[in-house]
């Protein structure tokens, strides 16, 4: 990082047809004092730190399967455990699942559906109604940081996936560090938050998209700029 500089790592493998990919580059337009820059999943390793420890924050985007499920992953437990800010978008939101369930509850086997069909535990599974480019409410749960955060009760928010948050397992981030922190009206998971982390959140929703609907960043990647704007690095100078 090159003086004051705010960098933040877009861990996920960039695709032209990916809308959300559109929708992160042009939320950096409305941000011109942060850089963006794309990370390969297969570039980073089991030490995460190497490849990420000059970013000021970490954006896992959407856009699965990843080329590596295993370099997303050791994105994700660096972020978490050196409390640099984490925000996990669709995919994103999948994989933070995976992380916490492995590392933190000690589940190594937990498996997502569209990497490991058939593999046991599922944590991660295929939705009976995949929710591709629809709209769904949120609700946020009273007492997370998200609902502070967003200062609404509920919002309307777009997806565009097919896998989600087995219920069957939901259990697990129930009394949690990692907790719920939305549902939608349905009652099922769409939004993950580290109660403890300077900023942590895992949304199986696209916040990004906000600027290609609204014109304006979401309240919740405004938010991550600004903390990020507030993290020194170790190649701050």
């Given at each position: 990082?090159?003086?004051?500089?705010?960098?933040?790592?877009?861990?996920?493998?960039?695709?032209?047809?990916?809308?959300?990919?559109?929708?992160?580059?042009?939320?950096?337009?409305?941000?011109?004092?942060?850089?963006p820059v794309w990370v390969p999943t297969s570039s980073i390793g089991e030490f995460a730190r190497d490849s990420l420890q000059e970013f000021n924050a970490i954006w896992?985007?959407?856009?699965?399967?990843?080329?590596?499920?295993?370099?997303?992953?050791?994105?994700?437990?660096?972020?978490?455990?050196?409390?640099?800010?984490?925000?996990?978008?669709?995919?994103?939101?999948?994989?933070?699942?995976?992380?916490?369930?492995?590392?933190?509850?000690?589940?190594?086997?937990?498996?997502?559906?569209?990497?490991?069909?058939?593999?046991?535990?599922?944590?991660?599974?295929?939705?009976?109604?995949?929710?591709?480019?629809?709209?769904?409410?949120?609700?946020?749960?009273?007492?997370?940081?998200?609902?502070?955060?967003?200062?609404?009760?509920?919002?309307?928010?777009?997806?565009?996936?097919?896998?989600?948050?087995?219920?069957?397992?939901?259990?697990?981030?129930?009394?949690?560090?990692?907790?719920?922190?939305?549902?939608?009206?349905?009652?099922?998971?769409?939004?993950?938050?580290?109660?403890?982390?300077?900023?942590?959140?895992?949304?199986?929703?696209?916040?990004?998209?906000?600027?290609?609907?609204?014109?304006a960043l979401h309240p919740v990647v405004e938010s991550f700029f600004k903390v990020a704007r507030g993290v020194r690095t170790t190649a701050s100078v």
């Amino acid at each position: 990082m090159v003086g004051n500089t705010v960098r933040i790592a877009l861990v996920g493998d960039r695709k032209s047809g990916v809308t959300a990919h559109y929708a992160i580059e042009r939320s950096f337009e409305m941000a011109p004092d942060i850089e963006p820059v794309w990370v390969p999943t297969s570039s980073i390793g089991e030490f995460a730190r190497d490849s990420l420890q000059e970013f000021n924050a970490i954006w896992c985007v959407p856009g699965s399967p990843y080329e590596s499920e295993a370099g997303a992953i050791a994105a994700i437990r660096y972020a978490r455990e050196d409390a640099r800010p984490f925000l996990g978008t669709g995919a994103g939101f999948q994989h933070a699942v995976l992380e916490y369930v492995r590392t933190v509850r000690g589940m190594d086997h937990a498996s997502h559906a569209e990497n490991t069909p058939g593999a046991f535990p599922q944590l991660i599974s295929r939705m009976p109604e995949p929710l591709v480019d629809q709209s769904l409410r949120v609700n946020f749960v009273p007492g997370t940081r998200l609902y502070t955060l967003m200062q609404v009760e509920e919002s309307t928010e777009v997806f565009d996936c097919s896998f989600g948050l087995n219920a069957e397992w939901e259990n697990l981030f129930i009394g949690a560090s990692l907790r719920i922190a939305a549902r939608d009206d349905a009652g099922e998971v769409r939004a993950l938050e580290l109660a403890h982390h300077r900023f942590f959140y895992a949304l199986l929703y696209e916040p990004e998209r906000n600027v290609l609907n609204g014109g304006a960043l979401h309240p919740v990647v405004e938010s991550f700029f600004k903390v990020a704007r507030g993290v020194r690095t170790t190649a701050s100078v």
